[in-house]
């Protein structure tokens, strides 16, 4: 009897063996795993917020109004150039006969010989040149200008009779193109740095506002959004530089100021350099100062400063541009020595090696900057309430 009923509970247990699976069936836990989603890596998380930054500006509309009001002012600084720095090609003149004498040697002139009034007529009327200089007996000089419908006054002021100037110290650039050179170069780096500045600004509080960095941080690492913020509007600053160079340069060329063209050459390669490293320096500042509030009210109360760091040194090498020991003072402090050491090699003021002795100034201040930058913006990005203190920002 004994050994029935433990064969029969025997096989009851056997089947509800067999029967009901285990709870480490049911949980899943004998399941082979799932492969495990990697996490992104740095370049990939920088590559991919950089991308969101520079799309979300491209569909801004006061990105893209602001950048035509740049492109207007640069395009104002290069047609006043052209009125004021007497950098346009020679007129050129149809010459008769004996007139050739009074217009040889003149270098706001371009003679034209013809064998008569009729031949320079045609020339005239044809709009190959300004005007027509023909020698006329009864004229105490000799000559007359024939122009078409209207006085050709430039014509008339190259032929005037000046007394000779000597000037004891002359200046080896026109200062009227030198404070326009000075302004060109201000305003673009001002304006790119405080547009951009604050749209970096502007982008950290709304994350933090909507609490949309949290995230964000689940995902990339806050060293990984610092930085793309950074490269992305870089970019776009960068593009906007170069699109405004090349505007300058089509300016230059079409008003016919081939010689400024030339002396601007080197300055603007340096411009370009500075600003590059200039604007990483600015950015990472705006971002950081930004990670310390949490509403857009408070944005402006961390970003007051910055901005001063831009706008004092900017407006001392604009008023001070005819101040040698000023502007050479500037063209070493990193905020202003991207407008103030460009404007010294365009006015030829520097030394082959000062620009390059400034750059790495720039380079140590920047990278001291990021670091900075950095620190603050990993250690209050995800505190909310009120304002975080610098000394707290940076203890952590």
């Known amino acids: 009897m004994s ?24 949980d899943g836990a004998g399941a082979p795993p799932r492969p495990a989603v990697p996490a992104p890596n740095f370049v990939d998380s920088v590559s991919l917020i950089a991308g969101r930054e520079i ?65 320079g007529e ?22 007359a200008v024939i122009g078409l419908d209207q006085t050709p006054s430039g014509v008339v002021q190259a032929l005037a009779v000046h007394p000779t100037v000597e000037l004891l110290e002359p200046a080896a650039v026109d200062p009227g193109l030198a404070y326009l050179v000075a302004f060109g170069f201000g305003i673009v780096f001002f ?62 060329l079409v008003t016919g100021q081939k010689v400024l063209l030339g002396g601007l050459g080197s300055s603007v390669v340096w411009f370009v350099v500075f600003f590059a490293v200039g604007f990483v320096m600015l950015a990472a500042l705006f971002a950081a100062s930004a990670a310390m509030v949490s509403r857009a009210e408070d944005m402006g109360s961390v970003t007051t400063p910055v901005t001063m760091l831009v706008m004092i040194p900017y407006f001392l090498v604009i008023f001070f541009f005819d101040d040698p020991t000023v502007l050479a003072i500037m063209s070493y402090v990193p905020f202003s020595a991207p407008v103030g050491m460009p404007v010294r090699v365009f006015l030829g003021q520097a030394e082959w090696w000062e ?37 707290e920002a940076l203890r952590g």
């Open 55 to 119: 799309t979300m500006r491209l569909r801004s509309k006061a990105f893209l109004i602001s950048t035509g009001i740049l492109m207007l002012a640069v395009l104002a600084s290069v047609v006043l150039g052209s009125l004021f720095g007497g950098q346009s090609d020679p007129a050129k003149v149809a010459v008769v006969g004996a007139a050739a004498t009074a217009v040889e040697g003149n270098a706001a002139l371009d003679p034209v010989p013809v064998d008569d009034e009729a031949a």
């Open 191 to 252: 304006m790119s740095a405080i547009t951009f500045g604050s749209t970096i600004a502007q982008s950290v509080v709304e994350e933090k506002q909507t609490r949309v960095v949290e995230i964000l941080l689940s995902t990339v690492s806050a060293r990984a959004l610092l930085t793309g913020k950074v490269i992305g509007n870089s970019v776009l600053a960068f593009g906007q530089i170069v699109a405004i160079a090349v505007l300058a340069i089509a300016g230059l």
């Open 355 to 391: 620009p390059i002795l400034s750059l790495v100034i720039l380079i140590a201040t920047t990278a001291l900057a990021v670091a900075i930058g950095e620190r603050i913006y990993r250690n209050t990005l995800l505190k909310t309430g009120s304002r975080v203190p610098l000394a």
């Open 122 to 143: 045609q020339l005239l009327r044809d709009g190959e040149v300004e005007a027509i200089v023909a020698p006329a007996p009864s004229d105490p000089l000799g000559i």
């Open 3 to 26: 050994t029935g009923s433990d064969n029969t509970a025997g096989r009851g247990v056997s089947e509800a063996n067999v029967s009901r699976p285990s709870a480490r069936s049911r």
